[in-house]
Antibody, heavy 122, light 108 residues
Framework: QVQLVESGGGVAQPGGSLRLSCAAS????????IHWVRQAPGKGLEWVAV????????YFAESVKGRFTISRDNSKNTLWLQMNWLGVEDTAVYYC???????????????WGQGTLVTVSS | EVVLTQSPATLSLSPGERVTLSCRAS??????LAWYQQKPGQAPRLLIY???NRATGIPARFSGSGSGTDFTLTISSLEPEDFAVYYC??????????FGGGTKVEIK
């Protein structure tokens, strides 16, 4: 069955960095784009970033552009979100989510991981 | 950026009732709208994509309709497990992908 497992969350200081990982299994990883979506405590969902199935396209929300990068290794069925210059507003549960499109990115999410909590605090 | 507005923010209902949730877009998104269900402590689950297509494994009591700027998610008869928060999301004009603020369906 399709599984996405996030890791790497934790506490970071303002201005600090964290690197989140998302390990995928149960599907052909290199056929799907993968997104990161976050949810601040008690708030709604916010799309963060996407990487296409072949890593040729990467898009970011304005709120993280220039601070976050996204990458993937299709040989390891893993992707990463490198988060730099963290601010308190980045505190959230971060989910990786599979794009439903096959070999193209449709822009909606058919499978989600369980999420990893990132807390930015001094 | 497409802004999605969901209404109402909260609905208090009883099991067996029919539910209609609304999502309005600030500009046309054609039929490129999805609905998700989220229960406390869980990740969201895709219910509907392309406005009216049920995702794999979603019960037939869930249906979606609409196009352009006005969309509806209907639950024909509420089951106890349907009490949750529902989000709409557009995938027409992106990036960015955007979500509505959510509607909480709670037990009356």
């Amino acid at each position: 069955q399709v599984q996405l497992v996030e890791s790497g969350g934790g506490v970071a200081q303002p201005g600090g960095s964290l690197r989140l990982s998302c390990a995928a299994s149960g599907f052909t990883f290199n056929n799907h784009g993968i997104h990161w979506v976050r949810q601040a405590p008690g708030k709604g969902l916010e799309w963060v970033a996407v990487i296409s199935y072949d890593a040729s396209l990467k898009y970011f929300a304005e709120s993280v552009k220039g601070r976050f990068t996204i990458s993937r290794d299709n040989s390891k069925n893993t992707l990463w979100l490198q988060m730099n210059w963290l601010g308190v507003e980045d505190t959230a549960v971060y989910y990786c989510a599979r794009d439903m499109g096959i070999s193209w990115t449709r822009g909606y999410f058919d499978y989600w991981g369980q999420g990893t909590l990132v807390t930015v605090s001094s | 950026e497409v802004v999605l507005t969901q209404s109402p923010a909260t609905l208090s209902l009883s099991p067996g009732e029919r539910v209609t949730l609304s999502c309005r877009a600030s500009q046309s998104v054609s039929s490129y709208l999805a609905w998700y269900q989220q229960k406390p402590g869980q990740a969201p689950r895709l219910l509907i994509y392309d406005a009216s297509n049920r995702a794999t494994g979603i019960p037939a009591r869930f249906s979606g309709s609409g196009s352009g700027t006005d969309f509806t998610l209907t639950i024909s008869s509420l089951e106890p497990e349907d009490f949750a928060v529902y989000y709409c999301q557009q995938h027409s004009n992106w990036p960015p992908l955007t979500f509505g603020g959510g509607t909480k369906v709670e037990i009356k």
